[in-house]
């Protein structure tokens, strides 16, 4: 990975992004800019394109940052269009009815028409919030579902797993593949200890 002038830009934009909006790791007191951090190092892994790099960077605040703070049209200004349509590609719908109607709109949009950078920088999103999750539930136990919309154990592995196959079937890099698939691995050896 080359660290450009581009790539500390949009590092500043992420964390003022987030900072701004006073956003956290769920349940913690983890300034939220870890995550797209530890998002773009895991991509730093499996890709050198640069536009990835950005996206895994900025990969949320579309979704999650008001666009009084930071909008789809500055994005564009700082970055271009290929980094939008890269982040656009694994921004949630806003409109489903629910969790569950959201995660399947995701799955299809990413397994049908998301593009080959788009998946990487869902793999690497993903692994990094699985990975998370792994390392708080060895902390916490059971509680740590409480975090999520669903609360339960179950439909964290069914997201996960639906992921690893959407990312095996669009092939993305392996290491990717086997990273989530190793994290997946390992939630359900520790959930199985703790029953």
Known sequence: MIYSETLDKA??????????????????????????VGTMIIASTATSNEDVLIACLLHDILEDVSESIYSKDMMLGDFGQNVVEIVLDV???????????????????????????????????????????????????????????????????????????????RRAPLILVNNLSDLIKELKSIKLINE
């Open 11 to 36: 590092l500043k934009v992420a964390a003022l992004a987030h900072g701004k909006a006073g956003q956290y790791r769920k349940g913690t007191d983890i300034p939220y800019i870890i995550h797209p």
């Open 91 to 169: 921004t949630k719908n806003k409109n489903a009815k629910d969790w569950y109607e959201q995660s399947n709109d995701y799955l299809s949009h990413l397994k049908n028409k998301a593009s080959n950078e788009a998946v990487i920088v869902s793999a690497c999103d993903k692994i990094h919030n699985l990975l998370s999750t792994v390392e708080d539930y060895k902390e916490i136990g059971d509680e740590i579902w409480n975090r999520f919309s669903t609360k339960n154990y179950k439909d964290q592995l069914w997201w996960y797993e639906s992921i690893l196959n959407v990312i095996s079937f």
